[in-house]
């Protein structure tokens, strides 16, 4: 048990994002590789859920894309992400979003919480 401990601590980023909650609009920058290129890309979207508990927490981010929903999860300790930037806060009253996914256009909206 002590080999997976050290295995997990060699292998953490130690990286410090701003804290974000679900329902905040955020911007991820995802290193990606194709080939032997690497680029970085933005994600942006909304956050539906946080789940998870320390370096194992994830989060899903939810984009429309062409009027398209696409759902991404990210592992909060994964070593492609380069920064989250937090775009808007958001007002919700769940810490899952899933009925997000049948709303489409103006009654998918958010509203944004005063910081």
């Known amino acids: 048990m002590d080999l997976m401990k050290i295995a997990e601590e ?4 130690k990286k410090e994002f701003p804290p974000f909650r679900s329902g905040d609009t955020i911007t991820v920058a995802y290193r ?22 320390g370096d194992k927490k994830r989060f899903t981010v939810r984009k429309m ?11 909060i300790e994964s070593p492609f992400i380069e920064s989250i930037a ?4 958001g007002k919700v009253r769940r810490a899952k979003l899933y009925y997000l996914r049948m709303l489409t256009g103006k009654k998918a909206r958010i509203k944004e919480r005063r910081v």
């Not at 060699?10 to 980023?13: E, K, P």
């Not at 894309?65 to 592992?75: A, D």
């Not at 937090?86 to 806060?89: A, Q, S, V």
């Open 10 to 13: 060699a292998f953490a980023t």
């Open 65 to 75: 894309s062409e009027n398209v929903g696409v759902e991404r999860i990210f592992p």
């Open 32 to 53: 990606i590789k194709e080939g032997n290129k690497e680029r970085i890309q933005q994600y942006r979207g909304v956050v539906i859920r946080i789940c998870g508990e």
């Open 86 to 89: 937090i775009n808007k806060y």
